[in-house]
């Protein structure tokens, strides 16, 4: 692979430079076609990810070793797809090899020179990663416990909605936040949860009933509860930022999108545009809904009635730059007059964006499954992080 080039020839995107990726890199031709999310409260000064690793030398040891060790775990995850897929197992092989070969020269060059760059941060090196792979022709090497998982958590839906329709209003609202919370344990990109994955999977209940107690690491709940249990009609439309496949986004976030509708509010559900880690897609997302929409009155009618629809964020990363997202995404959020927006899982609303302001509510949830973050906010692994921030507009 060829090294960075020097940081003078880096992309600066509002106001954050970038250390400048391959000319023929996927990840910079996308940025090129993307937009800042017209909610930012200030598009000239946002910074996805404030840490700059090269002035942090342990923590940049941290991430390079951490992205080092968990790409052979993904080259797991791709051998056993590729086999289902046909693909012969010399020819996966060669294809990871290629992979690995070009994102690890990058990891050399910033483990050797980090001053001879651009700013890194955690983002970009997932851009040099999933750059290597869409090289490589791999295109989503979690496809399959993806698919597992969501299988399972289709059959416990039905079971969850009718218990969340049985309770109160205040109840259900502590039920559904703390569902996010436990759907949020399924993350391959993690390795204190890759584990738990391996004998079958995670019992959803199980993980719902030993979560850590309130007060939680970062908890905005109360200011959050007495606006959803004040009002009949909180917000006008909210955009949810979901992150990963299976019970992630079918037992914690539909349930909440489910709840907004119930209270007169609009929803737009974005996902990643490209696969990346076990991150649901928008194209995996559209049918799964539409699913749901069959046996679910509540999102049945809002999806014919268009009060709910799904549009593709144009991220390709398990964080996400809300400097550059999809035209569409943009053009949704102001044609539906986005009040209160949701940033769910560890990437999105804490190793990027958790210092971003946003013009409306924000809302950042997730749970903490990396030690390497856990440190960094002063936490424990599996803390939980609810902050509910007003608008700064």
């Known amino acids: 692979m060829t090294p960075p080039a020097p940081a003078s020839d880096g992309e600066t995107v509002l106001g954050e430079a970038r250390p400048a990726l391959p000319n023929d890199s996927p990840a910079l031709r996308r940025r090129a076609q993307r937009v800042p999310l017209p909610l930012l409260a200030d598009p000239s000064g946002y910074v996805a990810c404030p840490t700059d690793l090269t002035a942090d030398a342990e923590k940049r040891a941290y991430w390079l070793e951490l992205f080092r060790t968990h790409f052979d775990l993904l080259g797991d995850g791709w051998r056993?797809?590729?086999?289902?897929?046909?693909?012969?197992?010399?020819?996966?092989?060669?294809?990871?090899?290629?992979a690995r070969?070009?994102?690890?020269?990058?990891?050399?060059?910033?483990?050797?020179?980090?001053?001879?760059?651009?700013?890194?941060?955690?983002?970009?090196?997932?851009?040099?990663?999933?750059?290597?792979?869409?090289?490589?022709?791999?295109?989503?090497?979690?496809?399959?416990?993806?698919?597992?998982?969501?299988?399972?958590?289709?059959?416990?839906?039905?079971?969850?909605?009718?218990?969340?329709?049985?309770?109160?209003?205040?109840?259900?609202?502590?039920?559904?936040?703390?569902?996010?919370?436990?759907?949020?344990?399924?993350?391959?990109?993690?390795?204190?949860?890759?584990?738990?994955?391996?004998?079958?999977?995670?019992?959803?209940?199980?993980?719902?009933?030993?979560?850590?107690?309130?007060?939680?690491?970062?908890?905005?709940?109360?200011?959050?509860?007495?606006?959803?249990?004040?009002?009949?009609?909180?917000?006008?439309?909210a955009a949810l930022f979901v992150d990963n496949a299976g019970p992630d986004v079918l037992l914690g976030m539909l349930p909440l999108a489910r709840e907004l509708l119930r209270r007169g509010v609009g929803v737009v559900l974005t996902a990643n545009t490209r696969p990346?880690?076990?991150?649901?897609?928008?194209?995996?997302?559209?049918?799964?809904?539409?699913?749901?929409?069959?046996?679910?009155?509540?999102?049945?009618?809002?999806?014919?009635?268009?009060?709910?629809?799904?549009v593709a964020s144009g991220n390709d990363a398990p964080l996400i730059d809300l400097g550059a997202v999809c035209p569409e995404l943009a053009e949704v959020c102001g044609r539906r007059g986005v009040d209160l927006v949701v940033l769910e899982g560890m990437g999105r609303a804490l190793e990027s964006n958790f210092d971003a302001r946003l013009a409306c509510d924000t809302l950042k949830v997730c749970m903490i499954k990396d030690l390497g973050v856990a440190r960094t906010m002063n936490a424990e692994v599996y803390d939980l992080v609810l902050r509910f921030e007003p608008g700064a507009g």
Do not use: M
């Not at 056993?80 to 290629?98: C, P, Y």
């Not at 344990?185 to 079958?200: H, P, Q």
């Not at 928008?282 to 999806?303: N, S, T, Y």
């Open 80 to 98: 056993l797809e590729a086999a289902e897929r046909g693909i012969d197992d010399g020819h996966a092989h060669t294809q990871l090899s290629a």
């Open 276 to 310: 990346s880690l076990n991150d649901v897609t928008h194209d995996e997302l559209v049918p799964l809904v539409e699913q749901i929409a069959r046996w679910d009155a509540v999102i049945g009618e809002a999806w014919r009635d268009g009060r709910l629809e799904a």
């Open 101 to 237: 070969g070009d994102f690890f020269a990058y990891l050399d060059a910033q483990q050797e020179d980090p001053a001879r760059f651009g700013r890194l941060d955690i983002l970009s090196i997932c851009w040099a990663r999933e750059d290597a792979l869409q090289r490589a022709d791999i295109d989503d090497a979690y496809a399959i416990p993806k698919r597992q998982e969501t299988e399972r958590a289709l059959k416990l839906l039905p079971g969850l909605l009718g218990e969340l329709d049985c309770l109160d209003a205040t109840a259900r609202f502590d039920a559904l936040v703390r569902g996010v919370f436990a759907g949020n344990i399924f993350d391959l990109g993690a390795k204190e949860t890759i584990a738990l994955f391996e004998n079958g999977g995670i019992d959803f209940e199980a993980v719902r009933g030993k979560l850590k107690p309130r007060p939680w690491r970062f908890d905005d709940y109360d200011a959050l509860a007495a606006r959803f249990t004040g009002n009949d009609r909180p917000y006008r439309c």
